[in-house]
């Protein structure tokens, strides 16, 4: 599903975010992703997407190596992953049926595909009987599961999450992580990154350590 051989990544300022980092994520495999600030694993996260393009190395998903895909075949990759943020990044004057909506919206879908989508996905994360309601009426968690249904309806293979309890309180971080081990038991390929080592260690999923950059930790591979 993910593959980094030998990996590295240099911005123009001289950083050195990643360094020979090699890792394999197996699909239907639900990861963690941890290391102090600055480690590099939002850079990580967005050489998967591809976001930031590799200095050296390669970066292989879904079998696609993506330092061959033009800038035309990148929206087609994306179609394929679902994204999730610390922040759940809603738009405040739009409902939660439209924020969850935008994903097949974007990719053509017709009205009827839209609406049986949208509220599974809803239903998923048990918000189908607040699709009318508009984010800041919504609590912090029922935010971020917001952000959950729109990064998987349309039924993405991966999701990716860059903190995504970052901002709740325990018991609502314990009731995401739920959330996606369910996700996860449908099939779906999870690599979340956090800091939250507590949580993580809850969890008893494959855990990998960045530090400086470098993979200290590759977990059970």
Known sequence: ???????????????????????????????????????????????????????????????????????GQIPHLRRSIGVVFQDAQLLTQQTVFENVALP??????????IGKSVRAALDMVGLLEKE???????????????SIARAIVNRPTLILADEPT?????????????????????????????HDLSLIASMHHRVLTLKQGMLINNGKD
């Open 1 to 71: 599903m993910i593959q980094f051989k030998n990996v590295s990544k240099k911005y123009t300022n001289g950083h050195e975010a990643l360094k020979h980092v090699s890792l394999h994520i197996r699909p239907g495999e639900m990861a963690f992703l941890t290391g102090h600030s600055g480690a590099g694993k939002s850079t990580l996260l967005k050489l998967i997407i591809a976001q930031e393009r590799v200095s050296r190395g390669q970066v292989i998903v879904t079998g696609k190596e993506l330092d061959a895909l033009s800038r």
């Open 104 to 113: 097949l919206l974007v990719s053509g879908f017709n009205y009827y595909e």
């Open 132 to 146: 009318k309601y508009l984010p800041l009426s919504l609590s912090g968690g029922e935010q971020q599961r917001v």
């Open 166 to 194: 970052g901002n709740l309180d325990p018991e609502l971080s314990a009731e995401i992580m739920r959330l996606f081990e369910n996700l996860n038991a449908s099939g779906t390929t999870m690599l979340i990154a956090s």
